[in-house]
């Protein structure tokens, strides 16, 4: 089974951070790659994802003192998909520790780390935008190491994999970099206008 995670920190009162992670309203938003959500009882609900294919889970969450849980599973073909975030609020300040994990087994597993660590990243990215505070962990996103990741990710991919940085796009196939563009830039001059970066919206296509 593959398992991540992220950590951080986020000036918040720790139940306002659960309820909201709980809430599945809020996960459209939060969730990437997700494309479908629908809820069936107070407990249950459905959630279709596109990665590399599309994902119809029936999933459950949990809401805990200390933790929320998001988990499900697909029938055909079969796989496992659970999302846990877990808070460790501070005694004297209004502070909460956030360790963010992601746990997935099969189909395609060997090619699901990158974009488990890209999900749970952005989620942390729009968790900390909601209460606009700054991160410990995640403040600055390395912007030429995610590059790099996509980059080797694409040399095991039979497609293209398109990167978005907020208007910038890179376009990534059998280990080589296709395409750049970013403000009316292209090349060259569109790669180093991306790298100057330091925090953007990621969003990942593969096709």
Request: some cysteine.
């Amino acid at each position: 089974m593959l398992e991540r995670e992220v950590k951080g920190t986020i000036e918040e009162d720790e139940m306002k951070i659960l309820s909201d992670v709980y809430d599945i309203n809020n996960l459209s938003e939060w969730w990437m790659f997700l494309r479908k959500i629908e809820k069936i009882d107070e407990e249950n609900y459905r959630a279709d994802f596109k990665v590399f294919m599309t994902f119809k889970f029936h999933m459950k969450r949990t809401l805990g003192s200390h933790e929320v849980i998001h988990e499900g599973t697909m029938s055909f073909p079969r796989a496992y998909f659970r999302f846990i975030v877990e808070t460790i609020p501070y005694k004297k300040d209004k502070k909460v520790d956030v360790i963010i994990r992601g746990q997935y087994k099969e189909p395609l597993e060997r090619l699901a780390t990158l974009p488990m660590d890209i999900f749970l990243k952005n989620f942390f990215q729009r968790l900390t935008e909601r209460y606009k505070t700054k991160t410990e962990e995640g403040e600055k996103q390395n912007i030429l190491s995610l590059i790099n990741e996509q980059l080797e990710a694409s040399r095991e991919y039979n497609g293209r994999i398109i990167l978005h940085l907020d208007e910038c796009t890179i376009v990534f196939k059998g280990g080589k970099v296709e395409e750049v563009s970013c403000n009316g830039l292209k090349g060259d001059d569109a790669l180093k206008e991306l790298t100057k970066k330091e925090n953007a919206k990621i969003k990942v296509e593969y096709k």
